[in-house]
Each structure stands twice: as C-alpha cells, then as structure tokens.
C-alpha cells in the first residue's frame, strides 16, 4: 500500500480510530495484523518472506540469551538470514551478471543466468532493522525479548516498514512494551507532520520527478541543461525521502510512538561528514555502530581509519542499489569525507571555525553532494562518463540557453517550500515553550497546514510515482 | 445519552450547519425571489450595462446604461471594458453551450460563478464555447467585455441540451434587471453557491464532539480548527467553471470527411511512429489510409475516437485498426480521472451512457471516494491545470522578465513551444523515454490477466456492436512492447495466456488479430523512444506484410 493513496489515507484513519480504542496490549496485537495487512496489501506471498525473517531472528536473539555457548554460532545463523535474504533478494542477478561479464571478458566459459525474482519492498530495511536487533542482543546492548508479538510489531511496524527509518530495537521496543496515552499535542504535531509530508512527495518531488527525468532521457543535453537536471534531482530526492520519512512519522506520532529522526536539514551541511550526520540518519548511524565501530572505527591508524570509512561508503552504495553505479556515489562520498579529515588537519583550526566561511562552506558542501547526485540518478556507467565529459562552453542546440533557465526557475520554485520550511524548522528551535515567538509559531501551523492541502489539492503531479528509496 | 452528547456546544454546531446548508440550497432562489424578479419590468427585455473605462479600475462604473434589443453590445472607445447583466431563462435540465463572439475578449459568468474567460492574446475575432448544466428557470448572466482597440463587440450564443446548431440570446431573451445594485446581487449568488461549506464544517465539529471520546481531551475550539484547517482549501480553491468541456474533436472529423480514407488507424503517439499513412497508401495501391491520435491515450480514447470521429464523419472505412500493449484492451478506466477527465469529456457528447457504464463499473471503492472529494468537494481537477499554469507561468516570467525590448508577450509562447519540442519523442534517448512514457500497468498499479473476465466490463464489446451495426470491419494489432538488446522482450506467462484468450476472442467473433511481438523484423534498432518506432516507413511495409490476408 502506497503512502500517497487513497487507500492509505482510509487504512490510517481506520486504524486510529479502532487502535485508540483498545487497552494497551491489544493495541500491539492490533497493529501487528494492521502491519501485516499494509506489507501484504499488493503482494501477500511477500509475507512469508518477512516473517521467516522475523521469526528467525527473534529465535536467534533469544537463543543467544538461553544457551550462552551457542550465542556465536546463533549471531552467525542471524546474519546468514537476514544478509542472505537480503543476497539473494537484491544482489544475486548483479553477481550473477557481473561474473558472467568477466568470464566473458577473460575469454572463459560464460553463462546467462538471473533469477529474476521481485525485490520485496523494504527489504533492505527490515532485514537491518532484525540484524542490528540481534547485534545489541549479542553484545549484551539490548535484552532480548520474550513477547513474540512486541517484537514482531517492532519488525511489522507499518509506518516504517517500507522505507524506515530504520529504527533501533532499544528506541522502538519500550515504545511497544509501555502503555501509550492520546496526548493531543502529539496528534497535532503528527498531521502537522503527515500534511508536510504529502506536500513534499507529491507536489515537490513527483513534479520536480517530471522534468528530471525528461532531462536525463534527452540523447544530447547540454553541459547547463543536464546540470539543471542534476540540481533538480538534488531537491526531487530530499523531498521525496523526506515526504516519506515525515508521513511515517506523522503516521507513527498520531498512534502515540516517536520514530528516530531521519533529515535534520542536510543541503545546509558544512562538510560532507556533516551531511552525513543529517541525511538518511539512521542508516549513517547503523553503518557507524554495526560496521565502522566494529572495524576499528578512528582508532586506527590513518591507512587503516581511510580504509574503514571507504568500506563504510561502500557499502552505503551498495545498500542503496545493486547497480555500479550505487557503488560509485558511495565511494564518491567516501573520498569527500576523506578529503576533508585532510583538509582539517592542513588548515589552521582558526579559519576552519571562522563565522564567516560558514556560508562558503554550506554551499561548497551543497554543490559537492549536487554533483555526487548524477552518480546516484544515472543508472549507465557509460552515460555518466559522457555526462563528465560535456564541457560547459561547447556550442548547444539553438534555444537552449533560454530553455535552461526556464527548466532553473522551475527547479526554484518547486525547492523554495524545502527552503521555507528549513527556515520555519530553523525558528520553531529556537522558540522557547510560552514565548511570543512560539505562540506565534502555534498560531501559523493551522493556516499552513491548510496551504499544504491547498498545495497538495491543487499542486501534485499528475503522475505520481512511488518513493524511490521503495526500491531499495 | 450521556450529558456530553446534550451538550449546548453540539446543538449550536448543528443549528449552524443545518442554517447554512438550507441557505445553500435555498438561497439562489430567495436572491431571485426578493431582488431580482422584482426588479424586472414587463416588457422591457435588454441588457443591463455597467461601462468602465479600464478593466482593472472597475469601480464605480462611468456609466450605467440600458442596451434595449440588439443582437450585439458594443463598446466604441478604445481601452474600455463593460459588464452586461441580464436574466434568461432555461427551459429544460441539461448541459447548455455556451458560445461567445467578441472582439477583443470576453468573460462569461452564470449566477455568480465564472463560466469561461478567453484569451487576451486573440484579438478581433475571438469565440469560445463554454458547457454549463443548467436547471430550469431564472439565471442571471454576466458578460464582461473589454475593448483594448478602436471598437469592440460581443455576443452571445446558445445552444440548448442536444441542440446541435447555436441561437442568438439577443437583448429580446433576457430581461433587463433595473437595479444599480446588480453587481452586489451577483456576487450574493457567489457566496450563496459556497454555503454548504461551512455547513459542513459546523455539522463536522458537532459529529466530532459526539464521536470522540472526552478522554482525547479535545474541545470544540480544537475540533473547529481541524474542520478549518481540513475545509479551508475548498473554499480557496477556484469553483470549476466548465461542466463539460466543449467537443473539441470536430477538425478530426473535417479531416477524415475530406481524406475520406478506406482504412484507419486509432490509437496513441505508438501509432504515430508506426505508420506512415502515405506509404501505407502507395503499398495498398493507393488506398487511401488516415490515422486517428490521441497522445497519451488508452481504451477509453480508442472507444471514443471511434463512435465520435471516425463514425460520426460518415465516411464508411472498409476497415479500423485498433492498436493497444499489455492489458490495456481490459483497463478501461486508464487515464480517464482527475485531469484526464477534461480529454475525455472534450471527446464526448452531453450524453455517453455506454462510458459512463464502464467507467463506473470498474472503480474500486477508493476510487469512487476519491472521485468524490476531487471533484465535489475539493473541486480539484478544475482548479488543478489553473495552479500549474500559474506557476508555469512564473517560471517564464522569470526566463523572459518583462524588461523593454525583452517582448514577453511575444517570446514567452515561443520558449513554451521550444521545451515542448526539446523534450520531443526524437530528442529521446532509447529506454530512458520510458521514463517519461506512460507505462500502461503504473497506471492502475497490478494489471489484470483475465481477459476472459473483464472483456465484458471494458469497451469492447461496445466497439465491436457499432462496427457491426455499421458495417464497418475492425483489425485488432498487438504493438510489441521495446525488446532487449538480445531479442524480444521477456513475456509473463500470465501475459502469454491473455493473449491466447484475446486471439480466441477474436476469432470467435471473425475480427483479424495480429501480435507482432516476437516478430523477428522488429529488433531494438527499429526503436526510438519507450516503444515507439524509430522508421514508421519500414514499419509500415512491414504491417503490410504481415496483414497482406487483413488488406486483400
């Protein structure tokens, strides 16, 4: 069930009225099956698939608890299940490919095979959601728990099932275990929430999708006109996880739960790690606790650190598609954040805090992550080259110029709300609970959640598509 | 009951919303009932005119004038506009055309809504159609003229429910309302049309105090607020102004009578690249061969195209080609909602029980709710084409600012035309024209695969009914989908086994079909964009070989 339907809308509205009239553990009952009946919507079969990896994990977890001696070899039972369905689900037609690619290439034997099965949506999610469950359980983090249902629930929880965030078993599961109370602020913050959320996948992102991907469908675009198209991607991509993420969290803040937060404003980053701390959250987070820490982190050697965070990117890449290209923007961002542990070390400590490079910086950092994007939304490796080799003064088509900067107003003005609402985002922080600046703010969030469904209503994109990160 | 539900709060919500929905569905006729009917004189037919010597400075008027019978008003001073009021009569239920002859623009409006502006761009001889369903009874008309050159003139046309030809609605057919205050009287039926509005946020708060539990703590001020916030756009939104968009289709059918083809084409922008109607012609000895496009068009176009171009033109084809991919055959609601329905009702007549059928035959629950709030309660697909031009339009301002010697009037249509033809289907690149070509299964989410199923509720059976009832042969063609680079592309057996029914459908029924997937002439080279064909002159001979039995 797609967030932006109809149907959706009528399941949520559904469910809150029957789940705020239950008693605390019929309610997780309720929204388990409610979590079974959202994955299922399209494709029942896909449940099978789930809840193997549901069951096999919470019977690793409480395994390791229950015979201590076997805890390694239940770790590694968990990581075979949930990295192998994850192998066999999203990777194995890209290894199968590539290694009939280079036996071709090294004049070997070759072969033909894929196997062509669906990627379930949000695999990627709720297969790193149990692993990093029973990667707390293992380390002794986290108690496993006993009640199948809450931790089901946890794995099932259907505002996140599909594209995360991917929360922490030790964030979510009190959330489950505790009794919820209707606190009306929260319900309030949670449509505010819902309402930015729809505005930006549909009005913001499926527009912006229209023109990008007319852009990259052109045969000969000029250097100006593709960049147009890169720019417009950069702000398609952060309203379309961002919708997504903030409808699950409205979804999630109206049944009483606070989900981890998964955007804190990442194109006003200063660097590129910085940018990492703010886009996709928590995946950067998982990555950082479940493979970077684990490797030795910073506490390396330099060869050793610099191997660490490329491994770490690489991965990211990898995560996101099973395409060369993923791969390619990961290690991309990898060499970035390198680069800049070189460049702290080269550059005096005064001028790298220095007030005054902070807007250089953000926009520095804006167009580096800008560029890292065609990597990202170019699928051919071969088509990304070209790109990098169009030259920004070779003669274009007749018009272009004039057709660019039209294609740049409408890029504009279809990322000025992401502007408008960094800027809310920036003085809602700052307001104090009781002061004039907040009650101001309290007043003007009903005119615009109004000007959101006005905008949602008369705006969205004819051709509304699914979120991208739904594939990965 | 508990004392919750007795509770003053809930009675005054609901004497308020029961007070503005009676005033909704009364008050237009209380506003002609005590002030406007009043005012008319026996005997006295005319317009009521307001002249301005600016469009945009229209208060007071500079004159206020009687137009006594006359077919036509006029403005005679250069950069005046004027409003003409006047109250007619229809006669039956039904959907009026609506048609206006001016010279330099005009705007329309009926009982305080707006129902056509035309264009300032055009000058001197400017007409519209414009569709309204009317009731029985009283209307008041407005008509707004403006005059930017030396003299000016309007008129104004109708044509009453499955009347085809337009009659004069000359100062003879309305009655002259005498009164100064007519313009307030106007927007009065505005406001009166928007009443049910907060009725139903009143009623909303009442059901919502009833229904929640006081544990929620919320009150009424909460409750009012959610119903204003969730209401607040529908009343900002523009009302719809067009009932029915206007037939548009007529030049195709001047075409056809005047090429007077033996056979045609129907279909989308995927028949466009296949046929190359003048080679076809030359290998068919000179037949001659027409094409019937609607880009961007499936099943429910087709059927369209067929009853209300090629049989409306009368010109008796020896045979039809019907072209479709995937299940399309039995989707018949894909692209009919939401902005679409526009297209289709500028394809369709007044009446089209057999569309209406199928469409409503095949929504889903949800899709009938949504139809419901997008297009009574929102009034969205209306208003959904004006926001997007705004911004277009701001996007172009920007480009071409309005800076002298930039002539924005004059290069922003240009520029339009440039992206327009920038991003057309040659500039694409193979596959990735997917990505801005409709895929016909995103559409509707899951194709079906029973064809056996669902051919009853699609169109055609309809089609195959008004073939026969006109003699007219129908060929049915299969386009193949963009193959791979290594062959033709992958088929769902699911898909394989539709087509197996299709076939025996077919030949049931003694109607040609061709599936030119798999066709070994038609590998990847032969693609431009998505699936649209690179040589519609190589296609063509090929279609002539493969349907030499069909063409004998």
């Known amino acids: 069930m797609s967030f932006t339907s109809i149907e959706y809308l009528m399941f949520l509205a559904a469910a809150l009225v029957v789940y705020w009239l239950l008693g605390h553990r019929l309610q997780n009952v309720f929204l388990l099956l409610a979590g079974v009946v959202f994955y299922g919507w399209v494709n029942p079969w896909l449940l099978i698939l789930l809840g193997g990896v549901v069951l096999a994990s919470y019977a690793c977890a409480l395994g390791m608890v229950a015979r201590p001696q076997w805890r390694r070899l239940l770790l590694w039972a968990a990581l075979v299940v949930c990295l192998g369905t994850l192998g066999v689900f999203k990777y194995a037609d890209f290894f199968l490919s590539n290694l009939g690619g280079l036996l071709d290439a090294l004049g070997l034997p070759t072969f033909h095979a894929s196997l062509k099965l669906i990627l379930p949506v949000g695999i990627s999610f709720f297969t790193f959601l149990c692993l990093g469950y029973c990667l707390d359980v293992y380390h002794g983090r986290l108690q496993p728990r006993r009640s199948l249902v809450d931790f089901a629930l946890m794995a099932c929880f259907f505002p996140t099932l599909q594209a995360g965030p991917i929360e922490r078993g030790g964030h979510l599961l009190p959330q489950i275990e505790h009794p919820r109370r209707f606190d009306p602020a929260a319900f309030r913050d949670g449509l505010f929430l819902l309402a930015w959320g729809f505005f930006q996948k549909m009005v913001v992102a499926d527009n912006l999708s229209l023109l990008v991907n007319k852009i990259f469908a052109l045969k000969d675009p000029d250097f100006w006109l593709l960049w147009t198209g890169v720019l417009g991607f950069t702000f398609q991509i952060l309203a379309d996880f961002s919708g997504y993420t903030d409808i699950a969290r409205g979804s999630a803040r109206l049944l009483g739960f ?72 990961g290690l991309y961002h990898g060499l970035l954040v390198l680069a800049e542990r070189w460049w702290r070390r080269l550059v005096p400590r005064a001028l790298q805090e220095a007030a005054w490079t902070a807007p250089f910086k953000v926009v520095f950092t804006f167009a580096l992550v800008a560029f890292g994007w065609l990597f990202f939304r170019e699928t051919d490796l071969g088509w990304i080259a070209r790109y990098l080799s169009l030259s920004p003064l070779a003669p274009s088509e007749a018009g272009d110029h004039l057709i660019t900067l039209y294609l740049f107003y409408t890029v504009l003005l279809y990322s000025l709300p992401l502007w408008a609402h960094a800027a809310y985002d920036r003085l809602a922080r700052r307001a104090r609970p009781g002061t004039g600046l907040a009650r101001r703010l309290l007043l003007f969030r009903p005119l615009a959640a109004s000007l959101l469904l006005l905008g949602v209503l008369t705006l969205s994109s004819p051709a509304s598509g699914v979120f991208i990160y739904f594939q990965f | 009951m508990t004392a919750r539900r007795l509770s003053p709060a809930i009675l005054i919500w609901t004497a308020l919303g029961l007070g503005f929905l009676a005033l909704w569905w009364w008050g237009q006729a209380l506003v002609f009932r005590l002030a406007l009917l009043p005012s008319v004189e026996e005997g006295k037919p005319g317009w009521m005119v307001e002249s301005f010597t600016n469009e945009f400075l229209r208060r007071p008027p500079w004159r206020v004038a009687f137009a006594p019978a006359s077919d036509r008003l006029h403005l005679d001073k250069h950069d005046t506009s004027l409003s003409a009021y006047g109250i007619w009569r229809a006669s039956r239920p039904g959907l009026y055309r609506f048609l206006v002859i001016c010279d330099d623009y005009a705007d329309l409006g009926l009982d305080g809504r707006s129902v056509g502006s035309m264009s300032p761009a055009q000058q001197a001889y400017n007409l519209d159609e414009f569709t309204v369903r009317l009731e029985p009874g009283p209307h008041l008309i407005k008509l707004d003229l403006h005059n930017a050159g030396e003299k000016g003139y309007a008129a104004l046309l109708v044509a009453e429910p499955d009347q085809l030809d337009h009659e004069m609605v000359s100062g003879r057919a309305v009655a002259f309302p005498d009164l100064s205050n007519v313009h307030n009287w106007w927007l009065m039926l505005g406001w009166v049309r928007m009443l049910w509005l907060p009725g139903l946020a009143c009623l909303c708060v009442a059901a919502l105090i009833i229904l929640l539990p006081r544990a929620a703590g919320l009150g009424w001020p909460a409750l009012a607020t959610a119903c204003l916030v969730l209401l607040a756009p529908a009343a900002l939104i523009p009302p719809p102004t067009l009932d029915k968009a206007p037939f548009s289709d007529r030049g195709i059918i001047e075409k056809l009578q005047l090429e007077q083809p033996r056979y045609v084409f129907i279909g989308n922008s995927i028949v466009e690249s296949q046929v190359d109607t003048k080679r076809l012609s030359e290998l068919l000895g000179g037949a001659k061969v027409s094409t019937v496009i609607t880009y961007g068009g499936f099943t429910a176009y087709d059927y369209l195209m067929f009853k209300n171009v090629v049989l409306a033109a009368d010109i008796h084809p020896k045979q039809v080609f019907f072209v479709f991919r995937g299940t399309t055959l039995t989707q018949p609601t894909l692209r009919t909602e939401g902005e679409f329905r526009k297209i289709i009702e500028s394809m369709s007549h007044e009446r089209e029980d057999r569309l209406d059928q199928v469409l409503e035959g095949r929504h889903t629950w949800a899709q009938r709710v949504e139809a419901w709030l997008g297009e009574r309660v929102f009034t969205v697909s209306a208003s959904r084409e004006q926001a997007r031009s705004w911004l277009d339009q701001a996007a172009l301002f920007l480009a071409i600012p309005p800076l002298p010697g930039n002539k924005p009037q004059k290069w922003r249509p240009r520029l339009k035309a440039a992206v327009n033809a920038r991003f057309g289907l040659a500039m694409l690149r193979g596959a990735a024209g997917d990505l801005v070509e409709a895929d016909p299964a995103a559409d509707n989410g899951r194709p079906d695969y029973d064809f056996a199923g669902n051919v009853e509720y699609s169109f055609l059976p309809a089609i195959i009914e008004l073939a026969k009832a006109r003699s007219v042969g129908l060929v049915f063609m299969r386009a193949q989908e963009r193959p791979g680079p290594k062959g033709p592309p992958p088929q769902d057996p699911r898909l394989t086994r539709y087509m197996e029914q299709v076939r025996a459908y077919m030949a049931e029924r003694g109607i040609p079909f061709h599936d030119f997937t798999g066709d070994p002439e038609l590998p990847l080279s032969m693609y431009a964009s998505g699936d649209h064909i690179a040589d519609p002159r190589r296609y063509s001979e090929i279609l002539h070989r493969r349907l030499q039995g069909v063409f004998r």
């Open chain 1, 258 to 329: 606070e989900l981890l937060r998964n955007f804190d404003q990442p194109y006003l980053s200063h660097s590129p790690a910085d940018f990492w701390r703010r886009w996709h959250m928590s995946l950067s987070y998982w990555l950082r606790d479940y493979i970077y820490i684990p490797l030795g982190g910073s506490r390396v050697g330099p060869a050793r650190a610099g191997l660490n965070i490329l491994t770490v990117f690489f991965v990211s890449g990898l995560w996101h598609g099973a395409n060369w290209n993923f791969i390619v923007w």
